[in-house]
């Protein structure tokens, strides 16, 4: 169970400002990042698990600055994340994709099986990682991030490459992690997913935050469809 | 002017178009969209023969193409500004237009902005301004077809309002446009046909807001 | 203060030269992304063409000079690039390095066969023309020489920034999809600029040859100082470029005139080159963990544990059968194949698994047979002991280089073994005055060092496969296919690349070691900068992720130099058909052994 608090976090690229002093703060339970491409969404994840120092701004996690910390310390802490374009471990099986965070961590191999299990693509543990189809290859991130044990999880369009019946099963696990006590951040596009699933959307345009709320909050906000629907 | 028939194409082994048809008729506009992931960049890039087509057919003005490499393509009159800023960001502002060979007056009377910045570096302007720039070649090139891709994406609505009228200017004086957006309605008013992309097909009729807010409004 | 003048005109001269090589490597790089490494060999076997026509053919220089900078030069490029670099385009940049040195051995290869070893004293330009400037005196070839410098930055500095093309290959390395997108033609700029690139190397190789004396080897590796000049402009800026020729022209010319002359200081001027491409390489800023990976790689399969055991049974047991019957000549032969397929097999850990190009991996053999040569008697300790030294230096130059990957990290392996060449194999500190030990070896018949190399490549070979079957395998493989994944997940991607390059040392300082007590006496001659080359490539073209790659490799290595004093003739073909088939099979560095699994397989299904 972690809080996550990003405060005043501006990323610059040249002169191109893709994330423009945002604060905002992620409650256990599951939170939705939403916003029209280009808002600054990835940016921000890449900032928070500690890939992307921040031109100005930090990053607290339970109270602590992190925002000096490596990728590999936050992780330690309990930070997990996906790819929007797939970071999958290509030449590996899909099995020891996810040994490798296991052992990362220093948890036994054999929840491995478990895992995927889970996800639900234990049929795939012995393919090779990249020859798996982009649905399963998502999945394979996500069981691979929960290897790490974490408690807070960030998602990066997860249900791209789901079909229907997918996502609703992958609803219904989001609800299970967060029961489990996991913060989840979850960047997506289906709004099905995340107005039904979303305990708080934040919402991003142009790298600055625009509202955040309750999903029904959300869905109501003229600045929301203006920004969306044009 | 542009038909595809059944395309199919992806990266490796991952299919992104599953059977895409589509049919763009001389000298109008047609609006493709769609949420992230329905394969929109994937058709694009096809049409600008970027990707090769696994199966099916892509036609240009009748002819066959799906062999064609982009730069062929491009010299035949296919202008494709692909998503993100289509433009050489260490080049100044006049050297981009160079590229594009053409008189740059035109584009400097249609926007005055990039007369004053030409000597600048097209990285160091903003988001608009940079997509000016690259809306810039369907303006100077005098193509037959031009195909864009996410054309209001990360800009203020006032510059998507500017971008649009250049794309109705360039509709009556007779070019085939293809527009790819991914939520702004805008694209619908100037465009004489609308097609909605989910999943890798294309589908008629979609109403927006389901597609984008689900089955709740 | 004349002397300093003087020692600055010198520098500025040779800066000079380097500047137009190197100019020739960024235009090349930065258009079509291959960074050339056989970029010194074409300068060496254009100037090897010129010393054929100019004093060989007797035509006037300026005529020779046309001859080769302007049409033999050109050609050549446009041939790499149409049959090689073309199909490099895009591929990781292990292959296209790999290709890169594919040429360069093939091309000394052909220099040896077209031009047998010979003294070849080339008349500098314009030698009875000079001027004074105070008491020294500079003269014409060094007129010239500046002349070239500032008429090829002048000449660059037009191209790209006035002419149409040149701004089209600024466009291209800019953005090079895009460039497409709007009509230009990648290959014809592609295909230009290794046109320009290679004129550019004939250029600079033809002004250095009276400074360094036409010879394969010395004119290909002086392209290291370019290399650094190329990197001060981080393989992109033209003018930042040249500043680094001319600045390290000048730093290497004091360095002869102020160091002082004792024999170490001697051996480290000649290490100067490779001291500042290190430094250079140090303070390049920190690669970013690159997101958006490549994809996996189609790999051989791994092994079982089962089928591990019985290839092993099956292997011992074709040893053991040799022994008994071929003579004692063969059977140091073989041994000698399997102490190099153990050198392969540490290539396997470090390129196979690891994904890191070296190009210093023989360095390391070397270091293992000095410590076992300077112990004075081979036996299991100090064979270990070898290792162990060759682990703590690999480790060292991991830690060194923490902050880079990639090509930097390739050529920072390059300009460590040239600085360990220099400084340590080929003084007196490492072999002594005479430059040879005598090594006692561990047994005395050759059927016995058959089957104690084939005792140790079996332990290896398993411990290799243990590894990859293991946790530290699975990291490594982790961290190649994508590192930013591997650090969100908790594990700290430098220090395990730390562990690989040390492993990966130890189990070449270990063949080191046999090597040395295999030979007897053990030279600095075995061990010169050059020998890594060979050793990367024949680990290519016989499959570099697999065992079965490596001990195909080892006897590869072992046939190279037999058949070479079998057949004379066949001595400089080889080289050019080693050459040629790396730069061939660089794609596929599962190499040949994984065309007989895939034939096997195929039988089976």
Redesign the interface.
């Known amino acids: 169970m972690s809080t996550l608090r990003v405060e005043g976090v501006t990323v610059r690229f040249g002169e191109v400002t893709a994330v423009d002093d945002v604060s905002l703060v992620v409650e256990p339970g599951v939170t939705g990042l939403i916003g029209p491409n280009g808002a600054g969404k990835t940016t921000l994840f890449d900032v928070i698990s500690g890939l992307r120092r921040p031109t100005s701004g930090r990053v607290l996690l339970d109270a602590a600055d992190v925002t000096g910390l490596g990728p590999h310390q936050r992780s330690r802490l309990g930070v997990a994340r996906t790819f929007q374009r797939l970071e999958v471990f290509g030449s590996l099986t899909v099995w020891e994709n996810v040994v490798v965070a296991l052992e990362s961590r220093r948890r036994p191999a054999k929840l491995a099986g478990e895992l995927l299990d889970r996800v639900g693509i234990g049929e795939f543990a012995r393919n090779q990682a990249d020859t798996v189809p982009t649905g399963a290859a998502r999945l394979l991130e996500l069981a691979r991030a929960l290897a790490t044990d974490p408690s807070l999880l960030l998602l990066d369009e997860p249900s791209s490459g789901l079909d229907r019946a997918e996502t609703e099963e992958f609803g219904e696990l989001l609800r299970q992690l967060s029961a489990e006590g996991r913060s989840v951040v979850l960047v997506e596009h289906d709004m099905d997913l995340v107005m039904g699933y979303c305990d708080h959307v934040h919402v991003l345009n142009l790298g600055r935050l625009l509202v955040s709320g309750t999903p029904d909050v959300v869905r109501a906000d003229a600045g929301v469809r203006e920004a969306y629907l044009g | 002017m542009i038909d595809l028939v059944d395309v199919h194409a992806g990266y490796?082994?991952?299919e992104v178009l599953r059977g895409v048809s589509l049919n763009v008729p001389r000298g109008t506009v047609t609006a493709l969209l769609g949420?992230?992931?329905a394969g929109k960049s994937t058709l694009v890039k096809v049409l600008?023969g970027?990707i090769r087509a696994t199966s099916g057919h892509v036609h240009l003005a009748g002819v066959h193409v799906n062999d064609a490499?982009?730069?062929e393509l491009?010299?035949a009159g296919l202008c494709?500004i692909?998503e993100?800023r289509?433009?050489?960001?260490?080049?100044t502002v006049a050297?981009n237009l160079?590229?594009?060979r053409g008189d740059p007056a035109v584009v400097y009377d249609r926007f005055p902005k990039l007369k004053t910045r030409r000597g600048q570096l097209a990285?160091?302007?903003?988001?608009g301004e940079q997509q000016m720039l690259a809306f810039s070649?369907a303006l100077l090139t005098d193509p037959a077809v031009v195909v864009v891709d996410?054309l209001?994406?990360?800009l203020?609505?006032v510059i998507?309002a500017e971008l649009y009228e250049v794309v109705g200017e360039l509709a009556r004086s007779g070019v085939t446009m293809l527009v790819v957006e991914?939520?702004?309605?805008?694209?619908s008013a100037v465009a004489d046909q609308v097609v909605v992309m989910t999943?890798g097909t294309v589908s008629a009729g979609h109403d927006?807001?389901t597609v984008?807010?689900?089955?709740?409004? | 203060m004349t002397a300093l003048l003087a020692y600055t005109v010198f520098g500025l001269v040779t800066g000079g030269a380097y500047a137009v090589v190197a100019g020739g490597l960024v235009l090349t790089y930065s258009t079509s992304k291959v960074f050339n490494v056989g970029h010194g060999a074409i300068g060496m076997v254009m100037a090897f063409l010129y010393w054929e026509l100019a004093e060989n053919r007797g035509l006037p220089q300026w005529l020779a000079l046309v001859l080769v900078v302007g049409v033999a030069a050109p050609l050549f490029g446009l041939v790499v690039e149409r049959f090689i670099m073309r199909r490099l385009v895009g591929a990781p940049v292990g292959i296209s390095l790999v290709a890169g040195v594919g040429v360069l051995v093939g091309l000394i290869g052909v220099a040896q066969v077209i031009w047998p070893p010979q003294a070849r004293p080339v008349r500098p330009f314009l030698d009875q023309l000079g001027v004074h400037i105070g008491q020294s005196f500079v003269s014409g070839h060094d007129l010239i020489t500046l002349l070239c410098a500032v008429l090829v930055a002048g000449g660059l500095y037009v191209l790209l920034n006035r002419t149409r093309t040149g701004l089209a290959m600024r466009a291209c390395v800019d953005a090079p999809e895009l460039a497409a997108l709007y009509g230009t033609r990648p290959h014809r700029l592609s295909a230009l600029s290794w046109a320009i690139g290679s004129a550019l190397a004939a250029l600079g190789g033809i002004l250095l040859t009276p400074v360094v004396q036409l010879d394969y080897v010395t004119m290909t590796l002086l392209v290291i100082t370019a290399y650094t000049a190329a990197l001060v402009g981080r393989l992109r800026s033209l003018p930042w470029t040249f500043a680094g020729a001319l600045g390290l022209g000048l730093v290497q010319s004091y360095a002869v005139a102020y160091l002082p002359s004792s024999p170490f200081w001697i051996s480290f001027r000649a290490a100067i080159p490779a001291l500042l491409l290190f430094v250079v390489l140090l303070a390049m800023p920190q690669s970013p963990l690159r997101i958006g990976g490549v994809r996996g790689q189609r790999g051989v399969a791994v092994p079982t544990a089962l089928t591990t055991g019985i290839a092993a049974g099956l292997f011992a047991a074709v040893v053991l059968a040799l022994a008994l019957l071929v003579d004692s000549v063969v059977a140091g032969q073989l041994a000698l194949a399997l102490v190099f397929g153990i050198v392969l097999l540490s290539m396997v850990l470090l390129t196979g698994y690891g994904g890191v190009v070296s190009l210093g991996q023989f360095t390391f053999v070397g270091i293992g047979a000095v410590t076992v040569a300077r112990l004075g008697s081979a036996s299991p300790v100090s064979l270990l002991a070898g290792a162990a030294v060759a682990a703590v230096v690999g480790a060292l130059i991991a830690l060194t280089v923490l902050r880079v990957s990639g090509l930097y990290l390739a050529l920072a392996t390059l300009g460590f073994a040239q600085l360990m060449d220099k400084l340590v194999l080929q003084s007196p500190i490492a072999f002594g005055v005479r430059g040879s030990l005598q090594v006692p070896p561990v047994v005395g018949s050759a059927t016995g060092q058959l089957l104690v190399a084939a005792g140790v490549f079996v332990l290896v070979g398993i411990g290799v496969l243990a590894i990859r079957r293991g946790r530290l395998g699975r990291r490594m493989i982790a961290v190649k296919d994508s590192s930013a994944a591997c650090a969100t997940l908790g594990l700290n991607v430098r220090w395990i690349r730390v562990w690989v390059f040390s492993l990966s040392a130890a189990i070449a300082g270990l063949a080191g070691g046999l090597f040395a007590q295999l030979r007897e006496t053990v030279a600095a001659s075995d061990f010169q900068l050059f020998n890594n080359l060979p050793l990367l490539l024949f680990a290519v073209i016989a499959g570099v992720t697999s065992v079965s790659g490596a001990l195909l490799g080892g006897v590869l290595l072992m046939l190279l130099p037999v058949l070479q004093s079998g057949f004379p003739a066949f001595a400089g073909v080889a080289v050019v058909l080693l050459g040629v088939a790396a730069a061939g099979l660089a794609r596929d560095p599962n190499g040949l052994v994984s065309w007989g699994f895939r034939a096997w397989t195929w039988r089976r299904a």
């Open positions: 490796g082994r991952i949420p992230n992931g600008s970027q490499p982009p730069d491009a010299r494709t692909p993100g289509a433009i050489f960001p260490n080049l050297e160079r590229l594009m990285g160091s302007m903003s988001g070649r996410e209001s994406m990360g203020a609505p998507v991914q939520f702004a309605e805008t694209a999943h927006l807001a984008y807010f689900g089955g709740t409004t």
